[in-house]
């Protein structure tokens, strides 16, 4: 069950112009850095991403949207990326928004097995466009579906030869949900063990869900926003 | 004289009582951590996977891995959990939330909440927002009574797109705190030096007035 490529260039072979992609994090927080990188070396086009943001103007997502490598996005929020609020408001990218929760319970329900379930965010809102409507509780509810990818791209603090995953801090965001929702995930890891290294209290995210792990190598976690008190 | 950021973040402090789990938005409501009553404990949640946010960091201790929703640095306090944004969001839509604190363009008379898109302008995206709304059982709206080209806030219906549906409970403003009823909005306090009239001129919508209204007491 070795599941170990070289590098992410190795981890990328597969994927075609027009697929449909998961991404990691939130803002640059948690990121597949080094996936991301290889998705830009590659030139692969026409790509539908599924990611809660876009990135910046020249960091994550942001580097494929520049080259204009993205078709389509299904976000929730793309504040803090001029390029991309340049490209929505003239058309030259497909945008969906969603609101966050919904987003992420859209890809944990795809990733469980669970085609449709109800929520109420966004009723009375134009997120509730061409969903059907119901009442639970007294409360209205929409429609959302499960969300799945063709490739899901997951960053890991660290990893076993397995597959198995732990995150740091608030680097798991949409990690988690995602690397059981896409038919072949990618793992980048910063520290890559041996299977039976990881203390299996601690695991969050199962090796079942891995295809590929690999470990990252010049990780620049870049802060969006560096506040300090001092 | 109408309040500054600080002081609407201290009023709407003093909305919190012990034992809460908060969800502070991006802005004036993320100020309001800086005033939490002394002798009250309140957790802090963030949407982006913490429970227990911190102070800032000092800058040599700042982690990239560690951030709030509003991808600034923060730090984590003892006792504090991590976890992904599916889990994070079953907090919040299964009412574990006592209160969400946010910002808005505009809040209707009915409850009603735009706060996310300009159209043809501004499109950043509703990020949490409208999980937020649909589901935290108190929602208090902070922000300024009128925007910046002296336009009312506080309006009769929504021009902009929702984020929610008659979901807000108080707003706290640099002018007053009005709570939206059944009837509509309602004055219930003034801020210091402002008057029932210059309120009322500064609220598009039908303010409710009964007896005399108190000023926000601050100290």
């Not at chain 1, 599924?50 to 389509?72: E, P, T, Y």
């Not at chain 1, 732990?166 to 896409?182: D, E, K, P, Q």
Request: net charge negative.
């Amino acid at each position: 069950m070795n599941k170990v490529v070289k590098d992410a260039k190795e981890a990328i072979i597969g994927m075609s112009d027009g697929c449909t992609i998961m991404l990691g994090g939130f803002g640059l927080c948690g990121i597949p850095e080094n996936t991301i990188n290889a998705l830009f070396d590659a030139d692969i086009q026409n790509i539908t991403c599924i990611s809660n943001n876009a990135g910046v103007d020249d960091w994550g997502l942001g580097r494929l949207l520049r080259k204009h490598q993205l078709k389509r996005i299904i976000a929730s929020y793309v504040g803090e990326n001029k390029e991309f609020e340049r490209q929505l408001l003239e058309g030259e990218l497909e945008v969906d928004l969603i609101p966050q929760g919904t987003l992420a319970e859209r890809i944990r329900a795809g990733g469980a097995g669970i085609p449709a379930f109800f929520v109420p965010a966004g009723y009375g809102t134009e997120v509730q466009e061409g969903k059907e409507v119901r009442e639970f509780n007294g409360k209205m509810h929409l429609m959302e579906m499960g969300l799945t990818a063709d490739y899901a791209l997951v960053k890991a603090w660290k990893g076993d030869t397995h597959g198995n995953l732990i995150y740091r801090a608030t680097a798991n965001n949409f990690n988690n949900m995602m690397a059981a929702a896409g038919k072949i995930t990618i793992a980048e890891v910063e520290e890559l063990v041996p299977f039976g290294e990881l203390d299996p209290n601690y695991i969050h995210t199962p090796g079942v869900y891995v295809q590929r792990i690999f470990k990252g190598v010049d990780y620049e976690k870049r802060i969006e926003f560096l506040t300090t008190s001092d | 004289m109408a309040l500054d950021k600080n002081g609407i973040a201290k009023r709407i402090a003093q909305e919190l009582e012990d034992g809460y789990y908060v969800n502070l938005g991006i802005g004036i409501p993320t100020l309001v951590a800086n005033f939490i009553p002394e002798g009250i404990e309140v957790t802090l949640q963030s949407e982006n996977g913490l429970l227990g946010i911190g102070p800032f960091p000092k800058k040599a201790e700042a982690d990239p891995d560690l951030i709030n929703a509003g991808k600034q640095t923060v730090t984590a306090l003892p006792g504090s959990a991590f976890f992904d944004s599916a889990e994070s969001f079953a907090m919040i839509r299964g009412g574990h939330i006592d209160l969400t604190v946010l910002g808005a363009f505009e809040v209707a008379e009915n409850g009603d909440i735009s706060s996310w898109k300009i159209p043809g302008k501004m499109v950043k995206g509703m990020g949490g927002a409208m999980d937020l709304v649909a589901a935290a059982k108190n929602i208090i709206v902070a922000t300024t009574h009128t925007d910046r080209n002296g336009k009312s806030k506080l309006i009769k219906k929504c021009t902009l797109p929702l984020t929610g549906v008659g979901c807000v409970k108080k707003i706290v403003t640099d002018m007053a705190v009005v709570e939206v009823t059944p009837q509509g909005f309602k004055l219930v306090e003034r801020a210091p030096g402002v008057s029932v009239e210059e309120i009322k001129n500064a609220t598009e919508g039908a303010l409710i007035v009964e007896g005399d209204i108190p000023e926000m007491n601050l100290s």
